[in-house]
């Protein structure tokens, strides 16, 4: 009896047979440097003996690359191009991929069908490696790209133990900084518009924003918290809220210079003037944030250049031969005073 079963093998009868985990099995099939000979003369052997050999594996274990990198971002369209924070990004990566002559792919997953397909594409063969920005957490796509034995970096994490290779600003100092420039100001009753709290850089800058307070001495207040979705309109909303509960509020810390922009429409019909009555800080430092009127105290992050360090990240997984170590770069950010406050 050979070993070859009926009807098409499975990569989990293939991972049966080589005795392996099935991540591994899609490791070896799609060329990655990451397993050892011994491991990959078993797959090697379990693939031959059960008849598991697509096109697509095979040219992946002849070692071929596409040259190509995917970038994705789970988000909708009019987030994407309404938010600098995503094009200062796509910048960055793109002119460090530009050095490297590698194709930039631009993928959005809005769905879990989308996000179903894309895996599909990925286990074509048809990129090199993977760059994911703006995860939400339990999002289980880093690690299903990872399943499939392609090298990906995210741009922030999913938590605090993130196992997959990130680059991240420091979003706890970020919040900190911010609220101890609010003080030096003289403002005692400091609120803050947070972002998404699915998403680690939300939890962090709220953290920071706590840390701050304690360390001015102000006590925790919960009434003046308040989530947005980094919006301008989830900005707008969340500053109408903490209006309506904290009327006597001065001055608001906004996870994003594009909710501290809809915070500041909702100042402004609620007759209160920015910063002589409610002093602004934002985070990003983008052109959202030199435009406004005034214009806007910002905790900078340096975006660009986070792009640029994912890519060279990434290439580096393409090319290395060694064992995947997950890498962390947190780089430091920086508080830009304007008028604001």
Same mark, same amino acid.
Do not use: K, N, W
């Given at each position: 009896m050979n070993g070859r079963q009926s009807g098409r093998p499975t990569l989990e009868q293939v991972a049966a047979r080589a005795g392996v985990g099935r991540g591994t099995v899609s490791r070896v099939i799609n060329g990655s440097p990451r397993v050892s000979e011994r491991t990959r003369t078993a797959v090697a052997r379990a693939v031959a003996e059960l008849g598991y050999v697509p096109n697509q594996a095979a040219r992946a274990l002849a070692g071929s690359r596409t040259d190509a990198i995917?970038?994705?971002?789970?988000?909708?369209?009019?987030?994407?191009?309404?938010?600098?924070?995503?094009?200062?990004?796509?910048?960055?990566?793109?002119?460090?991929?530009?050095d490297d002559d590698k194709q930039l792919l631009l993928t959005l997953v809005r769905s879990e069908q989308e996000r179903q397909r894309f895996e599909q594409?990925?286990?074509?063969?048809?990129?090199?490696?993977?760059? #994911?920005a703006?995860?939400?957490? =339990?999002?289980?796509?880093?690690?299903?790209?990872? $399943?499939? /034995? %392609?090298?990906v970096v995210m741009n922030g994490r999913r938590t605090e133990a993130e196992p997959v290779p990130y680059v991240d600003s420091d979003n706890i100092g970020a919040g900190r900084a911010a609220v101890a420039h609010l003080v030096a100001r003289g403002r005692s009753r400091i609120a803050t518009v947070a972002g998404p709290l699915d998403m680690y850089v939300a939890r962090a800058r #709220?953290?920071?924003?706590?840390? =701050?307070?304690?360390?001015?001495?102000?006590?925790? $207040?919960? /009434? %003046?918290?308040?989530?947005?979705?980094?919006?301008?309109?989830?900005?707008?909303?969340?500053?109408?809220?903490?209006?309506?509960?904290?009327?006597?509020?001065?001055?608001v810390f906004a996870a994003s210079d594009v909710m501290a922009a809809g915070a500041r429409g909702a100042l402004r019909e609620a007759g209160r003037r920015?910063?002589?009555?409610?002093? #602004?800080?934002?985070?990003?430092?983008?052109?959202?944030?030199?435009?406004?009127?005034?214009?806007?105290t910002s905790v900078r992050q340096p975006i660009e250049e986070m792009g640029r360090t994912m890519a060279r990240m990434l290439l580096r997984d393409i090319a290395t031969t060694g064992p995947e170590e997950p890498r962390r770069h947190v780089l430091p950010t920086e508080l830009i005073v304007r008028e604001s406050s």
């Open positions: 995917a970038l994705v971002i789970p988000e909708a369209e009019a987030r994407l191009f309404a938010e600098p924070y995503f094009l200062d990004l796509i910048r960055g990566v793109s002119a460090e991929l530009a594409y990925l286990a074509a063969q048809r990129v090199d490696g993977v760059l #994911l703006s995860v939400h957490g =339990g999002d289980p796509l880093p690690d299903r790209v990872r $399943d499939l /034995g %392609l090298p #709220l953290g920071g924003y706590r840390a =701050g307070l304690t360390e001015a001495g102000l006590p925790p $207040d919960e /009434g %003046l918290v308040s989530a947005g979705d980094f919006t301008e309109e989830g900005g707008r909303r969340a500053m109408r809220e903490l209006l309506d509960r904290r009327p006597d509020l001065d001055a920015v910063p002589e009555d409610v002093a #602004l800080v934002g985070v990003d430092d983008s052109a959202v944030a030199r435009l406004m009127d005034p214009p806007l």
